[in-house]
């Protein structure tokens, strides 16, 4: 694969990715995975396969999801760990939705380190409110098929028609700008703060999420 980029097991690679809702970070993580033959690893899928499963930590996190309260961060960090210590992960990870707050990054330094483990690069892809505004604003989804589109980056062949099943497009309710500003002030109080506390550590990179996915991709394989 052109883009593969081949690690050896000493340097395998735990990353972070940082960013606003919006910013790219989970197509990025995608491909960073890819690149690397690195499991791409989201907490909604932990949750699920744990839950699916069965497992004792799925258990303990479906009780408090049917009660519509918050997964606490012990559960999901245990969770977490199980996950990164399967042998897929050997060479490295990509976490991408994980930690969100100050809090669960100390838990998972913390639980890291008892194995005498660390994050190796926390990748923070840059993009001003008013652009993820503008992005988020111009999304379509198909609820038919599943699939996506943007009305100035990818859209549809005819106005508001899925191109795969002919079906109407919609702006789902999380896009719309009032929400995405709500979700922005969330981010900016509670997990914007990660970037000053992996600065810290030492293994931030910061990446212009302006640029096209092309470009964004091509600073994140200089950095690794």
Known sequence: M?????????DAMKIVMLGAPGAGKGTQAKRIAEACGIPHISTGDIFRSN????TELGQQAKAFMDQGALVPD???VGMLMDRIHEADCKDGYVLDGFPRTIPQAESLTEALSRTGEAIDAA????VPDEDIVLRMGGRRACLHCGATYHTCFHPPR???????CGHELVLRDDDKPETVKT????YHAHT???IAYYRAAGVLHEVDGTKNMDQVFAEIREIL
């Open 51 to 54: 839950i699916k499963a069965g």
């Open 123 to 126: 990748i923070d892809i840059e």
């Open 183 to 186: 979700r922005l002030e969330v």
């Open 74 to 76: 012990e559960i999901t």
């Open 2 to 10: 052109r883009d593969r980029l081949p690690i050896r097991r000493e």
């Open 158 to 164: 005819l106005e508001n028609i899925c191109d795969h």
């Open 192 to 194: 914007y703060p990660l």
